[in-house]
């Protein structure tokens, strides 16, 4: 490997804060070196994802690129030489906080179901798929800010779970132009409401009931992911305070807009997050 541990992380923590808005906000909830680890797993992460979602690149290259990207991280691991300058601080966090390697690998195979345009039946199969882009992060960060005793994967995941949920109602219209529809089809057909209604951005009582309805669900899980603070050193729990209550702030957000995710995104102001964090850090 070319560059240092030292250029590693730098590299990192840089992308992080040009690149992860919410998240960098909550990492600073973190003491330094756990800050410093954060920022390393959301580089990983960041490019796992940038691979699969640039546009600019053929479908069939992004594929091949993430099947490179998942080789490269298997090299890394084998202890072969990998170029990419995330290596040597990607490996530093994997040994020092025993992450399992497979969390990664999920993830990067998470991001390979969004390749081609696909549908979701039932929320069993949203399910599993917000546990590979989301719930597995949520078992790395937990391995980053220290935990005791056995049940915490169940609330991690959970956790993962709520903040992706969160996300794809945010991005309903955004996804959809993007050929993604990540709502289960079992929920359209409940409430009446069709993918033509989501391209046509319609906003009517069969929307709103269909958001109410995802947006209790996403609480649901974030009420699951609570359970995580009882088994959370005492430095992990205000990131995970401020991360919660940032994202179900834009829960929160949608539902002061009447649910109408259509006409602008949903954001919370900086000054909001900074509320957030100092909040946070204070309380826990």
Known sequence: MNSSLEESRQYCQQLAKQTGKNFYYSFLTLPADMRRDMCVLY???RITDDIGDDESIHLAQRGRNLTAWKQSLQSALSGESVE??????LLDIIERRQIPAEYLYDVIDGVSQDLEP???ETWQELE?????VAGAVGLCCIHIWGFEGDSVREPAVACGTAFQLTNILRDIGEDADRGRIYLP?????RFGYTEDDIQNRVID????KLMQFEVERARDYYNQAEELFA???KEGRPILRAMIRIYGGLLDRIEARNYDVYSSRVSLSK???????ARSFVRM
């Open 84 to 89: 990419h300058v995330i290596f040597p601080a």
């Open 231 to 233: 088994s959370l050193s």
């Open 185 to 189: 089809q079992e929920d359209l057909q």
């Open 128 to 132: 599993q798929y917000c546990y590979h």
């Open 271 to 277: 000054m909001k997050k900074w509320s957030i964090v």
């Open 205 to 208: 009582d069969r929307f709103r």
């Open 118 to 120: 696909h549908r979701f």
């Open 43 to 45: 580089a990983f992460m």
